[in-house]
Nanobody
Framework: QVQLVESGGGLVQPGGSLRLSCTAS????????MYWVRQAPGKGLEWVSA????????HYADAVKGRFTISRDNAKNTLYLQMNSLKSEDTAVYYC?????????????????YGQGTQVTVSS
């Protein structure tokens, strides 16, 4: 069955960096849109970034553009999110998710599988 397992979260000071990983199994990873989604305390799901695992094309939410970089390693079935210049407002649980459609879309309620999430806390 489909499984997505995130890792790499933690506590970091403002301005710091973290790299999140998501290992996928149970489907053909190299032919999908894959997403990073976050949920801050008391808020709804927020789309963060997306990548087409076949050709590497990527998209970013305005809030993270220029600071976050999404990437993938198809040989390892792994998705990454490099987060630099972190701010307190980046504090959230971060999830990787699989898109159910063959095109890019930003509605996180329509992604069909989610991992368990990893907590990112940005605080001094």
């Amino acid at each position: 069955q489909v499984q997505l397992v995130e890792s790499g979260g933690g506590l970091v000071q403002p301005g710091g960096s973290l790299r999140l990983s998501c290992t996928a199994s149970g489907f053909t990873f190299s032919r999908r849109w894959m997403y990073w989604v976050r949920q801050a305390p008391g808020k709804g799901l927020e789309w963060v970034s997306a990548i087409n695992t076949a050709d590497g094309s990527a998209h970013y939410a305005d809030a993270v553009k220029g600071r976050f970089t999404i990437s993938r390693d198809n040989a390892k079935n792994t998705l990454y999110l490099q987060m630099n210049s972190l701010k307190s407002e980046d504090t959230a649980v971060y999830y990787c998710a699989r898109g159910s459609r063959s095109y890019f879309y930003t509605d996180p309620t329509a992604y069909d599988y989610y991992g368990q999430g990893t907590q990112v806390t940005v605080s001094s």
